[in-house]
């Protein structure tokens, strides 16, 4: 950056990067052939490595040991709401003990499916009626309704926590400035990028193995959307509405509550529908740590290679994910668009005809429930089971195509995988910080330079350089593949209304998938292994980089797609000269969120028995070891935030670059 | 330049009404370190100091004076600071440096709750996108700044009701804001801000979101209320024929100073710079200026009939050409003071003459 005004002219500074780069690398091919004179720098040497993971652990311990009264204390405050709605939505209360306890039913599953039709039905009319309704009807005709019923349960005590916290944390992040910039945003951006695995290990040591335990990891991996929401809500209020606020005389206080809060409720409605989603996401993984109900299902089912009872229960959880996402955005959305007059009645069933109308239902069918056992269980003649279906055809499908999997994926493990692999994990980690700060410097001066430098240095000075390396090169080649096949797909769908319309509805469903529901269908077909890895990885990470691209595409002003014409641009050079340009930092927005999105589900694969920091977490939960474990958590979040900095380094650069 | 033209430039008569609301060299800079910045230079500073000390002033030493009961209208283009300037005089934004006085005292110099109390019971404002609560329908929207207050359902809904009948939205109580027309909405928006009461109202761009022909129609409506309520009002506007419509006076701002205050008339007659007469260029000088301005000493002619020195020329024009005599302008007490010809009239408005005191 001290190049005279002359030199510029001659040799603009990409050139000079250009050489600045070709030095660096080879710098560390030297480094890598060296290898036996300096084996420092290439592998980490075992006896430097920092025992952080030991220190953890003693902390854990030593919280574990001293503050027990206190995670005793909230499992129990916490245990009263979440064991009543346990109870109400799928177990049913038990007063007194023993066979003379009297037994008050669960909510009828007659009365649910009804409730969610009716709620359906109130905020987006018949057609979203008869989909939730139909989900919920789904669920208990193929004989999950009480798994279903214990992750609803839990989630509804999950997400008004998340949505109060994040609430009162939004609004203090928006009220302090400086506590937005040292406290929350990091906050947020570690809790977001710490694999969910990562979150159970500390609640199973300090609240075991219990449904609470799982409910407080839902709860804090669900939190940060609705602070987020909050914040953007906030500073997106008018300016005109604050100032009224201060005209008419409002202390803070009603201001806030009165005023803002309340105006900016459509955009944390978007919030609430994230939190909701994100809770049944994590409440499933966290069956692992004793929260039962559908996910639990899943993993059973899993271990035992029982795929046809996996493939059930994962179907069941996406039905209560598309029921919970479309009925929360049509709240979002009916927000949105404000409400419209009635006529006022001071009757109670008057002003809330379908409340009244629900509540009425739930309580005529529990009541009959009590005589009537089909009210109560979903009743055995009535319920399907697909689960034969389900095998037989895996089976019919590893019979005839037993050897054209085989060879495909033996092909890819020898050709592609192994090869990639032996690169990444014998890459020098002096030579990977001294590149990733380098870019880091070019991208955003000397503070993203030192801060990309420090985390990646970290994973390998924890010692965990080989299994940082194999993530990086799994979720790499599955993030560099979903982009392979989400940017052309999104930039048809930019080109063509039709095409655009039969994706999104594709790519809606697939987003709201919880991260498990992909591995089922790919373990069937590939067993164990990276391939079944990568490729459920490669299905959950291509959303972004198709909606991205679309939505970068078509948000070229239609002005300058104009202007282009005009100067007599053909179809062609419209696109690339002017639509694609433009639309770069979109996309590049795209890849960034598809590596971060790998990045959380190649660790979730771990369970179908990859190598790497996965692995790691994967081990240490099954040990309870916390300081492991979360070091290893530490080290995943800290490959998303070096790659989130970098892309957004770069796209802002670009960004400023376009005007 | 602004003392030279701002008391009684065309004689009128002074004005005896109480001062409601005074700024005193009220400066608004944004930067670092503006507050020493002013402090030191004792309140005076060129617009390249300002620059100079990498500063941006929004506000810059304005003086003025606004009286009860008058419509004050402050006019200016985009960014001349005119928003600023009133949000001053309401303490939205806080002044870098002088005085804000309400009623003598300095409004700068109040606690908070003092501050809250004043907002609420003595002062109103109407905002240039409304400003309504989405989540409210118009009779909570008017109720809102009562409810704010504390007062019961039955107290602040009848005075709700009130107001709504007053600015004619009766019918639509319970619709909410998405539901109404712009217009509709802006009626909503001034019904609240009347709700409470107010002795001072400022209207922020009132009209300026509102197609033509409806802002013709509000700026009536603004007529007819303030014929009624008499409320001392602070107008902003950057349209010139509005403000020539509505103000007893009008304070032109460039660049965050104000470079003239005076009636329309004076603006027109007596433009203290080029920039103020490049707005007045365009004006309808016969429905702005006044007998007076035109008058000449009475030379003993015959008169074909009798105008008051206030008389906007545009109200007697027809008739004076029709006569063909000069009208004799005579003042309260029935005694003539000068004579109006119709050579005159014809002139200004052929547009062939500058009235006499003209730039």
């Given amino acids: 950056m001290t190049v005279t005004a002359s030199a510029s002219e001659t040799r603009p500074p990409v050139q000079r990067w250009l050489l600045v780069w070709a030095l660096a690398l080879a710098a560390v091919l030297v480094v890598f052939l060296l290898q036996d004179q300096l084996p420092w720098a290439v592998n980490y040497p075992a006896e430097a490595v920092v025992p952080v993971a030991d220190w953890v652990s003693a902390l854990m311990r030593w919280i574990k040991s001293n503050l027990s009264w206190l995670t005793r204390s909230i499992t129990a405050v916490l245990g009263v709401p979440l064991d009543f709605a346990l109870n109400l939505l799928a177990k049913s209360f038990k007063i007194g003990h023993g066979a003379d306890a009297y037994v008050l039913p669960r909510l009828s599953w007659v009365g649910v499916c009804a409730v969610a039709f009716i709620a359906g039905h109130a905020v987006g009319g018949r057609k979203l009626g008869i989909l939730v309704g139909g989900c919920f009807l789904y669920i208990a005709l193929f004989g999950q309704w009480t798994s279903a019923m214990l992750t609803l349960a839990l989630i509804s005590i999950a997400v008004p926590f998340c949505i109060v916290t994040g609430l009162f944390a939004g609004i203090w992040a928006w009220r302090k400035p400086w506590a937005e910039r040292l406290i929350v945003s990091p906050a947020l951006d570690l809790m977001q990028t710490i694999p969910t695995f990562a979150y159970l290990i500390p609640m199973l040591l300090l609240f075991g193995n219990s449904p609470v335990s799982a409910m407080i990891a839902t709860a804090i991996f669900a939190t940060p959307p609705m602070v987020r929401a909050t914040m953007l809500g906030l500073s997106r209020v008018p300016s005109e509405i604050d100032d009224f606020s201060e005209m008419a005389g409002c202390t803070a206080r009603q201001k806030l509550w009165r005023v803002l809060l309340p105006s900016a409720r459509p955009t944390l409605m978007v919030g609430v529908n994230q939190v909701i989603m994100l809770a049944l996401n994590m409440v499933i993984i966290a069956s692992m740590i004793g929260a039962g109900g559908l996910g639990y299902d899943v993993l059973l089912a899993l271990r035992a290679l029982k795929v046809g009872e996996a493939m059930e229960a994962g179907l069941a959880i996406v039905a209560l994910a598309i029921a919970l996402d479309r009925l929360s955005q049509a709240i979002a959305h009916k927000q949105a668009k404000g409400q419209t007059h009635q006529a006022v009645s001071p009757v109670f069933w008057r002003r809330y005809p379908h409340l009244t109308l629900a509540l009425a239902i739930l309580a005529a069918t529990t009541l009959l429930s009590l005589y009537v056992p089909a009210f109560a269980a979903v009743p055995k003649a009535i319920t399907f089971t697909t689960a034969p279906l389900w095998k037989a055809a895996v089976n019919w499908i590893t019979i005839n195509f037993f050897d054209v999997i085989e060879a495909f994926r033996v092909a890819l493990i020898l050709n592609v995988l192994n090869p990639l692999r032996a690169f990444c994990e014998g890459f020098p980690w002096l030579g990977a910080v001294f590149l990733l700060g380098l870019a880091g410097y070019q991208l955003g001066g000397l503070r993203l330079a030192a801060l990309v430098a420090a985390l990646t240095a970290f994973c390998a000075i924890t010692g965990l350089w080989e299994k940082t390396m194999a993530t990086v090169y799994l979720c790499g080649i599955s993030a560099f593949i979903a982009c392979l096949i989400g940017i052309p797909i999104g930039l048809m769908a930019a080109r063509s209304d039709r095409f655009e319309k039969i994706v999104t509805p594709i790519i809606d469903t697939l987003q709201v998938l919880p991260s498990f529901c992909f591995i089922i269908p790919v373990v069937m077909l590939f067993r164990v292994g990276d391939v079944t890895a990568m490729i459920a990885t490669i299905a959950f990470a291509v959303v972004p980089a198709i909606r991205y691209t679309n939505h970068g595409i078509r948000q070229v002003p239609p002005a300058l797609i104009e202007a282009a014409k005009v100067s007599g641009c053909t179809p062609r050079q419209t696109f690339f000269r002017v639509q694609l340009p433009l639309a770069l930092p979109e996309i590049m927005l795209g890849v960034n969120q598809t590596i971060l999105m790998a990045l959380a589900m190649i660790i979730i694969c771990a369970m179908v028995g990859t190598r790497d920091l996965g692995q790691e977490v994967f081990i240490a939960l099954s040990k309870a070891d916390s300081g492991r474990g979360i070091v290893a958590g530490l080290a995943i979040a800290f490959i998303g935030i070096v790659a989130d900095r970098l892309f957004n380094a770069w796209t802002a650069k670009a960004r400023a670059r376009l005007g | ?359």
């Fill in chain 2, 1 to 359: 330049m602004t003392e030279a033209t701002e008391p009684q430039a065309v004689g009128t008569p002074k004005d005896a009404r109480p001062i409601k609301l005074a700024c005193r060299n009220v400066w608004k800079l944004f930067g670092s370190n503006a507050a020493n910045f002013i402090r030191e230079r004792d309140g005076k500073a060129s617009m390249a100091d300002v620059t100079a000390a990498g500063l941006v002033g929004a506000v810059r030493a304005v003086d003025l004076e606004i009286r009860q009961g008058e419509i004050f209208i402050i006019m200016g283009l985009s960014g001349s600071g005119k928003s600023t300037l009133v949000r001053c005089m309401s303490r939205l934004v806080e002044p870098t440096h002088g005085k804000v006085e309400f009623e003598g005292n300095d409004l700068l110099k109040i606690s908070d709750a003092a501050l809250i109390e004043l907002r609420r019971h003595r002062m109103g404002m109407v905002f240039q996108n409304f400003a309504l609560l989405p989540h409210l329908n118009v009779l909570e929207n008017i109720a809102f700044p009562l409810s704010i207050q504390g007062q019961d359902r039955p107290t602040r809904e009848a005075r709700a009701r009130e107001v709504i009948e007053l600015v004619g939205l009766r019918g639509r109580e319970h619709f909410y804001p998405r539901e109404l027309s712009g217009g509709q909405q802006q009626r909503v928006g001034i019904a609240r801000s009347l709700a409470t009461k107010p002795e001072i109202w400022f209207l922020d761009e009132p009209f300026s979101a509102l197609d033509p022909l409806i802002r013709r129609e509000m700026q009536d409506e603004l007529m007819r209320l303030q014929t009624m309520l008499h409320k001392t009002i602070v107008f902003i506007t950057h349209d010139f024929d509005e403000a020539i419509r509505l103000a007893d006076r009008i304070a032109i701002m460039k660049d965050g100073e104000v470079i003239q205050i005076g009636t329309p008339e004076q603006l027109v007659v007596n433009p203290a710079t080029d920039y103020v007469a490049e707005f007045t260029r365009d004006v309808d000088r016969a429905k702005v200026i006044s007998a007076r301005s035109l008058m000449r000493a009475l030379d003993g002619a015959e008169h074909g009939g009798t105008v008051s020195p206030d008389a906007k020329i545009a109200s007697f024009s027809a008739s004076i050409v029709a006569s063909g005599k000069p009208f004799a302008v005579v003042n309260g007490t029935g005694k003539p003071i000068g004579e109006v010809t119709p050579q005159a009239v014809i002139g200004l408005l052929a547009g062939l003459d500058k009235p006499r005191a003209g730039a």
